[in-house]
């Protein structure tokens, strides 16, 4: 039977494909969109958590109203960091300082969106080779490095940098009667994130000049711990250290609250996830289509399987084939398509887009789970029918 079956949709698959084209596309089409929605759902997250996955810390110390990187922190005193160095375990307890403000453009005068964090040259805080071989750079006074994927405007500055050049961009302050100006003298690769076209990072000591913040206004306290020290402990020492001043969280906690904030807290984390929702409805409705076109064209020749003997069993078996068929042939090309997309949406936004083994894991399975509800749709119509109806 699961042969015959078999061959029978196959046969009704090819027989009806060039009338359901239409169908099919449209199945091709709700596939790419959930492709491109969780491509940009990825993108976002991966962006978010850029910078935290670049830093060098075991546990992120925040002030208690601490929401997210995205927007400049609330700030945390710096004597935490000096309880914090008490705690058994503890190697370093280092600051960081971190501005979400904007930049002057260098070609319209306008604003550009801009990352400015700082830390303490003599106390490196990233693990990326690229800064701390240029750390001599960002001692200079009102020097900076830029982040060579920032978007837009930002690549006439990086385009001059790589020219052997040192621009000047001024620091957008309301209330400042001048402008302080960011020297950018050298450039290293992070890449910016769905709210925030640049990054820049600088000394500790040029953070206060451009921004006049005090320095013992800490955005974010970085710990490290000894390789032999329980992380678990060494947390919950430091949460009686802090003692309710500040957020203690783990390396993974700390990343995880970061996208669980794009995710639930901000507006574009929703849409992604109501665009995934709607690439799921629009494939049902376009396989459904194709399913009920089959089922509707070969119902005379049901009708003489059931005067033969065949059994409601058998049907439905064909038509869970025939729907698995259309995902698998719908599927193939999307995934084509969608790598291609993926490829011109990267290079213009400068997003991390790549397309995952997990997500096309995870998008085949749900274009499975979608051929057989739209199955059960059909048989629902197909048990309906009254094959002695089809003779008369």
């Known amino acids: 039977m699961l042969q015959l079956s078999a061959y029978l949709a196959f046969r009704q698959l090819v027989h009806r494909g060039p009338s359901a084209i239409g169908g099919l596309v449209g199945v091709c089409v709700a596939i790419i969109l959930m492709f491109m929605q969780l491509g ?42 000096n309880q914090a160095r008490a705690v058994p375990g503890v190697t370093a307890a280092k600051p960081l300082y971190a501005f979400s403000g904007q930049l002057r453009s260098p070609r319209t005068g306008g604003n550009m969106s801009a990352w400015i964090l700082a830390f303490n040259p003599d106390q490196p ?13 960002i001692r200079l006074p009102e020097s900076a490095l830029m982040d060579r994927l920032s978007r837009f405007d930002y ?26 100006l960011i020297t950018v003298t050298g450039l290293f690769s992070l890449g910016p994130s769905f709210t925030i076209d640049g990054l820049v990072v600088t000394s500790d000591l040029n953070f206060y000049r451009l921004l006049n913040v005090p320095l013992d206004r800490v955005s974010l306290g970085l710990v490290t711990v000894a390789a032999n020290a329980d992380l678990e402990q060494v947390k919950a ?24 904030f794009y ?31 089959i089922v509707h064209a070969n119902l005379r020749e049901y009708a003489v399987l059931v005067a033969m003997g ?36 990267g290079v213009a936004t400068s997003l991390p887009l790549n397309l995952q083994l997990g997500s096309v894991v995870g998008v085949l399975g749900v274009v499975v789970l979608m051929g057989n509800l739209a199955a059960l749709m059909t048989i629902r119509k197909l048990k309906k029918a009254d094959p002695l109806d089809l003779f008369s």
């Open 40 to 81: 940009f759902r990825n993108a976002l997250y991966d962006s978010a958590v850029s910078i935290p996955g670049a830093l060098d810390a075991d546990i992120f110390l925040t002030a208690p109203q601490y929401a997210s990187l995205a927007f400049s922190p609330p700030w945390l005193a710096r004597d935490v960091l």
């Open 155 to 180: 690549r006439i500055l990086r385009d001059a940098v790589l020219a052997g050049g040192n621009p000047k961009v001024p620091v957008y302050q309301p209330g400042a009667t001048l402008a302080p």
């Open 310 to 345: 065949y059994r409601n069993s058998f049907f439905t078996l064909i038509v869970f084939e025939i729907a698995s068929a259309i995902a698998i042939v719908t599927f193939i090309p999307s995934v084509v398509i969608a790598i291609g997309l993926y490829s011109v949406a």
């Open 263 to 293: 995710a639930t807290r901000t507006p574009i984390g929703m849409i992604f996830n109501l665009g995934l929702l709607v690439g799921v409805v629009v494939g049902i409705v376009f396989i459904s289509q194709v399913l009920h076109g």
């Open 125 to 137: 805080v990233f693990t990326m080779p690229e800064i701390n071989q240029q750390l001599d750079l």
């Open 237 to 260: 020492d430091l949460l009686a250290a802090v003692d309710g001043s500040a957020r203690v969280m783990l390396r993974g906690e700390y990343i995880a609250a970061e996208k669980n």
